[in-house]
């Protein structure tokens, strides 16, 4: 498996434009996650879901932010308008099960880095 | 949730023992220790995790203390290729999330 693929790895983009991050997890993995990372912040959790359907969005900054999961094997994370403060590292991570469970393990993709000018 | 304390910087000369601390003393019986490390640029990677037992696999060791209130993450050999921030985890028994904190900045130097 090609492990979490995430698309594109950077973007460049104006603020008040629209931003639609990507993500493939892993084949087979029911769960996936989307992260934040700032220097300030460090790593946040933004949501997650669990066989396509959002558990826990309590993350999610402000309604600018949506994510969906049309299938297992895809996943977006939206960002409109979009502003400088969003300006971050945004990694999508997939589980196999629930992690929960006590042995299980996130698997993450390799970030897409976001400018907002 | 359990928090964990880190230091945070750390480092380790080339081809020693690098031994990275964790401190999680309220930590709950069932809670499991995770390890991950960061190298920069790249998403977090799965390092090790355990419960009481000490743990061992291809990438390090995994030592808790008998009353679980503190761990350490052990590399063996550390290579240049090591230096990474690494996160202490304690994984929260009712939660579905891995809460990262700031984590350790190991440098390792030749």
């Known amino acids: 498996d090609a492990g979490v693929i995430q698309s594109p790895r950077h973007e460049v983009t104006e603020m008040g434009q629209e931003v639609t991050l990507r993500c493939k997890p892993i084949?087979?993995?029911?769960?996936l996650f989307w992260y934040r990372q700032t220097m300030m912040r460090g790593l946040e959790l933004l949501i997650y879901?669990?066989?396509?359907?959002?558990?826990?969005d309590s993350g999610m900054p402000e309604d600018r932010f949506s994510a969906k999961m049309p299938n297992a094997s895809f996943s977006t994370l939206k960002i409109q308008p979009s502003e400088p403060r969003d300006s971050a590292v945004y990694f999508c991570?997939?589980?196999?099960?629930?992690?929960?469970?006590?042995?299980?393990?996130?698997?993450f993709g390799s970030g897409t880095q976001l400018s907002v000018l | 949730d359990a928090k964990t304390t880190q230091p945070t910087s750390m480092d380790c000369a080339e081809g020693r023992a690098a031994n990275l601390p964790c401190n999680h003393s309220t930590i709950s019986g069932n809670e499991y220790v995770y390890w991950y490390r960061q190298i920069h640029s790249q998403g977090p990677q799965y390092i090790i995790h355990g419960l009481k037992n000490n743990e061992t696999n291809e990438m390090a060791s995994l030592i808790i203390t008998e009353d679980r209130k503190s761990s350490t993450l052990i590399l063996p050999h550390a290579t240049l290729r090591d230096t990474a921030v690494y996160y202490c985890i304690v994984r929260p028994s009712y939660g579905q999330n891995f809460v990262f904190g700031p984590g350790t900045r190991l440098s390792v130097l030749p």
């Open positions: 084949s087979g993995h029911d769960y």
């Open positions: 991570a997939s589980s196999l099960g629930s992690t929960a469970a006590t042995n299980e393990k996130l698997f």
């Open positions: 879901f669990n066989n396509n359907v959002p558990i826990d």
